[in-house]
């Protein structure tokens, strides 16, 4: 069955970095476009980036562009997303997902704290 199962959360100071996993199984991942999407405490659902299968393509959120960048290694059916100059306002729970316009599988998420 299809998981996607993200890592690499936990606290950074404002301007630091953090660079978080999503390890994928049970699919063919390399044929998928894949997502980061976050949920701030309190709030809704906030797109963050997304890359595409056939030429990676990338697209950001104006939140997060020029400080975070997707990538993916087809090889290891993991995506990433390098995190820098992190903001306090960046703090939420971080979930990947799999697909284009529509979202239809997502992981457990990992926790993103931004405080001094």
């Known amino acids: 069955q299809v998981q996607l199962v993200e890592s690499g959360g936990g606290l950074a100071q404002p301007g630091g970095s953090l660079r978080l996993s999503c390890a994928t199984s049970?699919?063919?991942?390399?044929?998928?476009?894949m997502n980061w999407v976050r949920q701030a405490p309190g709030k809704g659902l906030e797109w963050v980036s997304s890359?595409?299968?056939?030429?990676?393509?990338?697209a950001y959120a104006d939140s997060v562009k020029g400080r975070f960048t997707i990538s993916r290694d087809n090889a290891k059916n993991t995506l990433y997303l390098q995190m820098n100059s992190l903001k306090p306002e960046d703090t939420a729970l971080y979930y990947c997902?799999?697909?284009?316009?529509?979202?239809?599988?997502w992981g457990q998420g990992t926790q993103v704290t931004v405080s001094s």
């Open positions: 049970g699919f063919t991942f390399s044929t998928h476009a």
């Open positions: 890359i595409y299968s056939k030429n990676s393509d990338t």
């Open positions: 997902a799999r697909g284009m316009y529509t979202f239809g599988y």
